[in-house]
């Protein structure tokens, strides 16, 4: 894990505040290109900020560079495309209402993970997007928007799931036992674990780093510095993403190296 974490905050506007002005489009500079999901599009974004590669979508809340090169996107369905746009897995809820899915991930065998929210259940779809896998992870109303946001498959093989509607992230096995419950005070979106152990989860409000008892390590809260951005542990900004004005929903972030490709590591997120 290097480190500096890599998040994303979301600011809401202040009742009867002045309109700021818009900020520049990126302050300092990362070390690599940005994969960068949210309203309408996925971008790969240069350290100056501008895009050299986008993809028209709904609204992303997941995202992934696989090792080919493809982007794996989770915007209500879930969907694998190449870089020239060719679709080569394409998955969609049975269920209308609830939104979908908003969480993916490509796995070691090759399937892929599905957390669909609409019927609060993580499943898991082979190459041809045969539904080889269910988990029901209550609690949950079928076609409900608040049900599940994220969710990762564990190296134990348990499933760390947020429960955005609830405000926690729970620890599944693959037959159904909740193991471990991280309680929170608003609406839990994302959260992964650490190679060394730990489990980062992004609320509503902050970001926080809890041990394998659930003590909480490290907090960083979203008052201070909006847009997409990342800091060093100590808190200090290395370069900051805002463009308020095209881009009003940034959901999904990750670190590429200079030349657009996957960094090592980078199915840890």
Same mark, same amino acid.
């Given at each position: 894990m290097s480190r500096v974490f890599r998040c994303l905050l979301v600011t809401l506007a202040v009742a009867g505040a002045a309109p700021a002005q818009d900020p520049p489009v990126m302050t300092g500079t990362p070390a690599g290109q940005l994969l960068v999901g949210g309203s309408g599009h996925l971008m790969i974004l240069s350290p100056a900020g501008e895009i050299v590669w986008e993809h028209k979508t709904g609204l992303v809340h997941d995202a992934w560079m696989l090792p080919n090169g493809?982007?794996?996107?989770?915007?209500?369905?879930?969907?694998?495309?190449?870089?020239? !746009?060719?679709?080569?897995? &394409? %998955?969609? &809820?049975?269920? #209308?209402?609830?939104?979908?899915?908003?969480?993916?991930?490509?796995?070691?065998?090759?399937?892929?993970?599905?957390? =669909?929210? &609409?019927?609060?259940?993580?499943?898991?779809?082979?190459?041809?997007?045969? =539904?080889?896998?269910?988990?029901?992870?209550?609690?949950?109303?079928?076609?409900? !928007?608040?049900?599940?946001?994220?969710?990762?498959?564990?190296?134990?093989?348990?499933?760390?799931?947020? !429960?955005?509607?609830?405000?926690?992230?729970?620890? %599944?096995?693959?037959?159904?036992?909740?193991?471990?419950?991280?309680?929170?005070?608003?609406?839990?979106?994302? #959260?992964?674990e650490t190679p060394k152990g730990t489990i980062i989860v992004s609320s509503l409000t902050k970001l926080t780093e809890f041990d394998a008892d659930g003590k909480v390590l490290w907090e960083f809260r979203n008052s201070d510095i909006p847009g997409l951005f990342e800091i060093t542990r100590d808190k200090q900004l290395v370069w900051r993403y805002a463009k308020p004005k095209a881009d009003g929903s940034l959901m999904a972030v990750q670190l590429l190296s200079p030349d657009g490709k996957l960094l090592p590591g980078g199915d840890v997120r």
């Open positions: 493809n982007i794996l996107y989770a915007d209500g369905g879930v969907t694998e495309v190449t870089r020239d !746009h060719q679709v080569v897995l &394409s %998955w969609t &809820s049975q269920v #209308a209402g609830g939104g979908g899915a908003y969480g993916c991930q490509r796995l070691a065998n090759g399937n892929t993970m599905v957390a =669909e929210n &609409s019927r609060s259940r993580i499943i898991e779809i082979d190459p041809q997007g045969k =539904e080889v896998f269910a988990l029901d992870v209550p609690p949950g109303k079928q076609g409900d !928007h608040n049900n599940l946001r994220l969710a990762r498959k564990l190296r134990n093989g348990n499933y760390l799931v947020c !429960h955005k509607g609830s405000s926690y992230v729970g620890e %599944w096995t693959p037959d159904g036992k909740k193991v471990r419950e991280l309680k929170f005070d608003n609406n839990t979106f994302s #959260a992964f």
